[in-house]
């Protein structure tokens, strides 16, 4: 058993229910200590996974909540280790006061990820699993939910387990051809070994394709917002955020440096950016100002090219439209449309998708989902946890698939089978580093601390 932990489980803002976690030796005892069943029973006698309803009282005896409690016994928990939650109303202090009368009943404060942290060296997750439930809490459209909860199931697992199977049965029997060669034991066969190693490297390469999708996924598209001053760049920032998050004023060149927030857009996570009005300028802020628009355009995968639609076509304009074809997929935002046209469409390149909206009032902005098909990867419609979204993971995925790429030529060359092994245990080390199942300890450490305490 590990040492006694406990933390609040749902955030420090006011809720209306709040839940605090212990897990480790002690903790139903501990949990027994504060918490006091309507029925009398200890919750040492209380079978697992049950909600009892009754009382919390600090150490001092003063009743401090009402609530419900549960506990789950070793190894049949998400620990694997004995648990005990209580579910709280969900007031800040009340529920601080709760987790201080644990602490002085013998536990202390959970570090940030360490429950998870503690089912991964139980077994209960492998890395995979446990990187998901960040994902999982991190998601902030519905697609990325259903993948990291994919993820969460072993759906990664399940992809590489039997590429890893199959490359350990390879390299058990290299082992047992080249160190024992007097044993009766079938020999190596270059053809059967170049299939098995042929059905890995398709089985990774489209585990790894995904991870381009996945990206955008969970990290959201960048998408820079362009054009000249005052066309309404900071007014289609704050439609699509649904708040003001940019200063809007009558004043040409108020944006001088870059604003960024996410939305989501449909099923699109889209990271924005606001920049500074593209315009010969004389001012020094500014000019740094128009700079940075240009460093935001050149590293965005999606830009926004906002047109005054009230006014005509301006060589200004037709510059950034040009700079921004180059560089991403491009969207040409044609803005005022409350006000009389004057913009003439003939003047704009045909090939670039064109959207007429009024920013001030958010009419037709919510089109831009529409606007936006075809000209990013396909957000999976129904993702089962097979699209990778962690850079860790498509890196070893990436380690795994060189090592069957050189294992292959390796055969193909007809090299001594010592060095195709060398290729194949290289493959199966970036497997189990996937997976967890050899990982060194500040690597884990790095990827536990992303998560918040309490989870």
């Given at each position: 058993?590990?040492?006694?932990?406990?933390a609040?489980?749902?955030?420090?803002?006011?809720?209306?229910?709040?839940?605090?976690?212990?897990?480790?030796?002690?903790?139903?005892?501990c949990?027994?200590?504060?918490?006091?069943?309507?029925?009398?029973?200890?919750?040492?006698?209380?079978?697992?996974?049950?909600?009892?309803?009754?009382?919390?009282?600090?150490?001092?005896?003063?009743?401090?909540?009402?609530?419900?409690?549960?506990?789950?016994r070793?190894?049949?928990?998400?620990?694997?280790?004995?648990?005990?939650?209580?579910?709280?109303?969900?007031?800040?202090?009340?529920?601080?006061?709760?987790?201080?009368?644990?602490?002085?009943?013998?536990?202390?404060?959970?570090?940030?990820?360490?429950?998870?942290?503690?089912?991964?060296?139980?077994?209960?997750?492998?890395l995979?699993?446990?990187?998901?439930?960040?994902?999982?809490?991190?998601?902030?459209?519905?697609?990325?939910?259903?993948?990291?909860?994919?993820?969460?199931?072993?759906?990664?697992?399940?992809?590489?387990?039997?590429?890893?199977?199959?490359?350990?049965?390879?390299?058990?029997?290299?082992?047992?051809?080249?160190?024992?060669?007097?044993?009766?034991?079938?020999?190596?066969e270059?053809?059967?070994?170049?299939?098995?190693?042929t059905?890995?490297?398709?089985?990774?390469?489209?585990?790894?394709?995904?991870?381009?999708?996945?990206?955008?996924?969970?990290?959201?598209?960048?998408?820079?917002?362009?054009?000249?001053?005052?066309?309404?760049?900071?007014?289609?920032?704050?439609?699509?955020?649904?708040?003001?998050?940019?200063?809007?004023?009558?004043?040409?060149?108020?944006?001088?440096?870059?604003?960024?927030?996410?939305?989501?857009?449909?099923?699109?996570?889209?990271?924005?950016?606001?920049?500074?009005?593209?315009?010969?300028?004389?001012?020094?802020v500014?000019?740094?100002?128009?700079?940075?628009?240009?460093?935001?355009?050149?590293?965005?995968?999606?830009?926004?090219?906002?047109?005054?639609?009230?006014?005509?076509?301006?060589?200004?304009?037709?510059?950034?439209?040009?700079?921004?074809?180059?560089?991403?997929?491009?969207?040409?935002?044609?803005?005022?449309?409350?006000?009389?046209?004057?913009?003439?469409?003939?003047?704009l390149?045909?090939?670039?998708?064109r959207?007429?909206?009024?920013?001030?009032?958010?009419?037709?902005?919510?089109?831009?989902?529409?606007?936006?098909?075809?000209?990013?990867?396909?957000?999976?419609?129904?993702?089962?946890?097979?699209?990778?979204?962690?850079?860790?993971?498509?890196?070893?995925v990436?380690?795994?698939?060189?090592?069957?790429?050189?294992?292959?030529?390796?055969?193909?060359?007809?090299?001594?089978?010592?060095?195709?092994?060398?290729?194949?245990?290289?493959?199966?080390n970036?497997?189990?580093?996937?997976t967890?199942?050899?990982?060194s300890?500040?690597?884990?450490?790095?990827?536990?601390?992303?998560?918040?305490?309490?989870k």
């Amino acid at each position: 058993m590990s040492d006694l932990i406990a933390a609040i489980a749902t955030g420090s803002a006011r809720s209306a229910i709040g839940v605090i976690r212990l897990s480790g030796e002690g903790a139903i005892a501990c949990a027994d200590s504060v918490f006091r069943a309507k029925s009398g029973r200890k919750m040492a006698e209380t079978p697992s996974n049950k909600l009892i309803y009754g009382e919390i009282h600090g150490q001092n005896g003063a009743l401090l909540d009402t609530c419900l409690c549960t506990v789950s016994r070793a190894p049949h928990s998400y620990t694997g280790e004995d648990t005990a939650e209580l579910q709280c109303h969900g007031s800040p202090a009340g529920l601080g006061a709760i987790l201080t009368a644990l602490f002085e009943a013998g536990a202390r404060q959970a570090l940030p990820g360490e429950f998870t942290r503690r089912a991964f060296l139980a077994g209960k997750l492998d890395l995979t699993e446990a990187e998901a439930v960040i994902d999982l809490i991190d998601a902030d459209t519905l697609a990325a939910v259903e993948n990291a909860a994919g993820q969460l199931g072993g759906a990664v697992s399940r992809k590489t387990e039997p590429v890893y199977s199959a490359l350990l049965d390879m390299a058990a029997h290299f082992h047992a051809v080249v160190d024992w060669p007097d044993e009766d034991i079938e020999e190596f066969e270059a053809k059967k070994y170049l299939a098995v190693l042929t059905g890995a490297e398709e089985v990774l390469s489209a585990l790894l394709d995904t991870f381009g999708r996945g990206r955008l996924l969970r990290d959201g598209v960048r998408t820079a917002i362009v054009g000249r001053p005052n066309v309404g760049k900071s007014s289609l920032l704050n439609a699509l955020l649904g708040f003001e998050r940019a200063i809007v004023t009558s004043l040409p060149g108020t944006t001088r440096d870059t604003v960024e927030d996410t939305c989501v857009l449909g099923n699109r996570k889209l990271r924005l950016i606001d920049t500074a009005g593209i315009r010969g300028a004389s001012d020094e802020v500014e000019k740094i100002g128009v700079e940075r628009s240009f460093a935001a355009m050149a590293s965005a995968q999606l830009i926004l090219a906002v047109l005054d639609a009230s006014r005509p076509v301006t060589e200004e304009d037709l510059a950034v439209i040009k700079k921004a074809a180059g560089t991403a997929p491009t969207v040409l935002i044609l803005n005022k449309a409350d006000l009389p046209q004057r913009l003439d469409p003939s003047a704009l390149p045909e090939a670039l998708p064109r959207l007429s909206v009024c920013a001030k009032t958010g009419a037709g902005v919510a089109a831009l989902s529409d606007a936006l098909a075809g000209l990013l990867p396909d957000a999976p419609d129904a993702p089962d946890g097979e699209v990778l979204t962690n850079a860790r993971q498509a890196g070893e995925v990436s380690a795994a698939l060189a090592g069957v790429h050189a294992a292959k030529a390796a055969i193909e060359d007809c090299v001594t089978p010592d060095a195709v092994l060398t290729e194949v245990e290289a493959a199966l080390n970036a497997l189990g580093r996937l997976t967890g199942r050899t990982l060194s300890a500040d690597v884990t450490e790095r990827i536990f601390s992303r998560f918040c305490v309490g989870k």
